[in-house]
């Protein structure tokens, strides 16, 4: 099940919030929030038993160690945790990917299994691993009642693509939370901009692209100079408002159920450097590396740099079994480690439009590294957005095609480039704090016409669209 489906807006949803708010006692509640979740997993997922089983695995280790954390049997139950947890997504997220690799590296003949990668394995799986190094480090308590930790990371709003939520944020949320009118309305607001900036902008994103390039890059061949860089801008906003907008209605989802999670996306593309892109792009996921991977010891001792090449090195592998993701996270880190070595001071004095020129042209180009899973392709970009291919006479400066689409979607490209700077949440901010009542009752009203309009629009976008998936359920 996706949330970007009339089915779950205007059945599924409405009947658990129903059912929800019926539940007095918060037992009652929670209860019902674990038989939604697991339904809502086992929808569209074969292997849906993964997870409750994953739960009770990570469950029973968190028990183990709280009875054994300042032994040597508590290092033990960290170490089988990890392993249990690391294991499952090696088996079914890259069992292929290894044996395609030795096959070509030894010239055997290995048939590929075709493991099903079940969805939304990397986060919930992410999310037990950070509760098993809490547990030991003893910055949350361990959960001994099995429902509540299943519900922790069974929880349908987060469950399939993130945030990746730790225990820690939700802890007490589990056990006391209440929902006031305001986290209602602002849920709600946050669920309608979701799915504005999912069925509106970026399926409508999608559709260009793939036009332009193919739905794995395969039409990159046939794009001129200025076409590249144009169809790869796209998609490097493609992602960021199919992502965000998944984010979005997560922790709006979350707030109408009494949960607060934290903020996956603040407007990444103000940066002014790769670090502060990284600061405000899947916040979730970074920070996760930053406070479990990059300070952990290797060999008894810190050793920075190769810290910071794993770091990049997991993070482009967490997003999928293949050579172009590894890439993409070496060259993001070979960028954190230049910024590392120049340090803030000398960044700072640098002129702001060469500091927005440099952060762009290296999103830019992550992005390209990002969508060309095929080498070949990937090779044909470089060439293509260097103007190698040009100089070769292989493709043009520009193209009727890239200049009609362009012209085509003017409005909507201008309009997923000013949605992208932090423009609203300004304006918001503005009315909020004014003080005059006429500014604010205007700028209350015009926020509720606004995601009404929203909300009729994106129905009407999904009705012709019948399949919805956020492009991050296969991490």
């Known amino acids: 099940m996706v949330f970007a489906d009339l089915f779950f807006l205007f059945v599924f949803l409405p009947l658990c919030l129903l059912c929800y708010y019926m539940a007095k006692s918060i037992r009652t509640k929670n209860i019902i929030l674990i038989l939604f979740s697991l339904l809502f997993y086992a929808w569209g997922e074969k292997l849906w038993f993964l997870l409750p089983l994953s739960a009770l695995f990570n469950w029973a280790v968190g028990l183990w160690i709280g009875k054994t954390r300042h032994t040597s049997a508590g290092k033990l139950a960290v170490a089988v945790g990890l392993i249990g947890d690391i294991g499952l997504l090696l088996v079914f997220k890259y069992t292929d990917f290894f044996i395609g690799n030795f096959n070509g590296l030894f010239g055997t003949h ?6 099903h990668l079940p969805i939304g394995i990397s986060f919930f799986t992410f999310q037990a691993i950070s509760y098993v190094l809490d547990c030991y480090w003893e910055t949350v308590e361990v959960q001994k009642k099995f429902p509540k ?11 399939i693509a993130g945030p990746i939520v730790r225990y820690s944020v939700v802890e007490k949320e589990i056990d006391k939370r209440s929902v006031s009118a305001s986290d209602i309305a602002e849920g709600i607001q946050r669920v309608i901009i979701g799915l504005a900036k999912k069925a509106i902008v970026a399926n409508s994103l999608y559709a260009i692209v ?3 390039l193919g739905e794995k890059g395969e039409f990159i061949a046939s794009q001129s100079f200025l076409g590249t860089w144009f169809g790869i801008i796209l998609y490097a906003l493609y992602v960021y408002y199919d992502f965000s907008a998944y984010s979005d209605m997560a922790i709006g989802m979350g707030r109408m159920f009494g949960f607060h999670f934290n903020e996956n996306f603040d407007h990444p593309f103000v940066c002014t450097t790769i670090a502060e892109f990284w600061q405000r792009w899947h916040i979730s996921l970074g920070s996760f590396f930053r406070d479990y991977l990059l ?9 920075i740099y190769l810290s910071l090449f794993l770091v990049w090195f997991c993070t482009g592998m967490w997003h999928g079994a293949a050579w172009n993701f590894i890439l993409w996270g070496l060259f993001y880190g ?3 480690l230049f910024e ?3 340090g803030r001071k000398r960044m700072k004095k640098w002129p702001t439009l060469i500091k927005h020129i440099y952060t762009k042209l290296v999103i830019i180009i992550g992005f390209g590294i990002f969508m060309f899973v095929s080498m070949k392709d990937l090779g044909i970009f470089f060439r293509n957005i260097s103007g190698v291919s040009m100089a070769l006479g292989k493709t043009g400066f520009a193209d009727r095609q890239g200049w009609s689409f362009f012209v085509r979607n003017i409005f909507l490209i201008v309009a997923a480039i000013a949605c992208s700077l932090p423009l609203l949440p300004k304006l918001k901010k503005t009315v909020l704090q004014s003080r005059s009542d ?15 309009v929203l909300l009729v629009v994106s129905v009407i976008f999904l009705i012709d669209n019948t399949n919805n998936p956020f492009l991050y359920f296969r991490f």
């Open 210 to 212: 793939t036009e332009m």
């Open 110 to 115: 290995v048939p590929l299994p075709h493991v």
């Open 438 to 452: 006429a500014v604010y009752t205007v700028g209350r009203i015009a926020a509720v016409v606004g995601c009404l």
């Open 334 to 336: 070979c960028f954190m």
């Open 340 to 342: 590392q070595k120049m």
């Open 295 to 303: 300070y952990v010891k290797i060999f008894g001792k810190n050793r």
């Open 149 to 159: 930790f299943l519900l922790y990371l069974s929880l349908f709003p987060q469950l």
